[in-house]
């Protein structure tokens, strides 16, 4: 029987495999399993072996395998449909890539097909969102949005300074864990300045008095917000982290909020929103 995790996403496919090892040894007590890297030519060997060895009673196998297209894939070819059908014995590969023509079979066959693509947008955010309460980390909106923007396709970066955060938060205990929290715990490279160029221009001009200016020009406003666009910024995006700033006069927040339940009721979407914070 075979297992198949591919995609670009290593750290949730990973998780994925560890999930699948630990529940088969809770289901088959006396389970015999092995991990084999076949970089290395002599694990192919070990694997066939182990793959061959007779098994007592109700003993099940698993061969854990990783780089299995390093194999040539006429020797690969013939391994695999050797064992592909028998019920005690499972093969979890984990691999970036779907396997080539040759070896479509492996898919079609398969018991168990799963695919990790890199997470992006509100499905990332919600990634970084899980994997802190999981670690019983309680993060602001704004502090998902940062680390969301810091560690953007780097799962296992983020997931590392999740571990340093809950160690941190566990400790010091601040609920809940907000963005200059975070400046705290960490050295962070990263700066967003469009979206926050955009956010200084709608939001400061009847707070920003100290410097005689009320309202910044509608072009700016215009040529502030055109540029995230250009760039492809998710609207949701922006909107979130518009919505996640303490530091906005009154009269935003709850033009913001209005604007929200306009967007979930579908009278207007995030697009519409921004435009109308520009113009306004």
């Known amino acids: 029987m075979l297992i198949f995790l591919y995609g670009s996403d290593s750290y949730r496919r990973q998780k994925k495999l560890n999930y699948y ?9 006396n389970l ?16 066939k072996e182990f793959s061959g060895q007779q098994l007592l009673f ?57 695919e990790f693509k890199e997470l992006k947008n509100e499905n990332w955010r919600f990634f970084v969102q899980k994997e802190a309460k999981e670690r019983k980390a309680v993060l602001t909106p704004g502090a998902v949005n940062f680390l969301a923007e ?3 396709n780097d799962n296992w970066g983020l997931v590392n300074e999740l571990d340093k955060i809950s160690l941190w938060h566990s400790n010091s ?12 715990i960490g050295d962070y490279n990263y700066e967003s300045p ?39 910024e998710e609207p ?12 906005l006069p009154r009269q935003i927040i709850e ?15 995030y697009e519409e929103v921004l435009v109308d914070l520009a113009l306004s």
Do not use: H
């Open 58 to 114: 109700d003993n099940k196998k698993m061969a854990v395998l990783n780089n299995v297209f390093e194999i040539e894939t006429k020797e690969l070819k013939v391994f695999l449909k050797k064992y592909i059908d028998l019920e005690d014995f499972t093969i979890l590969i984990s691999e970036d890539n779907l396997p080539s023509k040759e070896l479509e079979f492996m898919i079609k066959k398969a018991f168990k097909v799963e």
């Open 236 to 247: 949701v995006k922006i909107f979130n982290i518009f919505a996640s700033l303490n530091r």
């Open 194 to 232: 469009d979206i926050f160029a955009f956010i200084n221009a709608v939001s400061l001009p009847t707070a920003d008095l100290s410097q005689g200016e009320r309202n910044w020009p509608l072009a700016r406003r215009i040529i502030a917000l055109e540029k995230l666009f250009i760039s492809q």
């Open 173 to 184: 205990a601040p609920s809940p864990i907000d963005i200059e929290d975070l400046k705290k």
């Open 150 to 152: 810091v560690y953007k």
């Open 32 to 47: 015999s399993c092995d991990f084999f890297d076949l970089e290395n030519p002599e694990e192919f060997l070990r694997l």
């Open 21 to 29: 090892t630990e529940e088969y040894r809770k289901k088959y007590s």
């Open 255 to 269: 033009k913001l909020a209005d604007c929200d339940i306009m967007v979930k009721s579908g009278k207007m979407d």
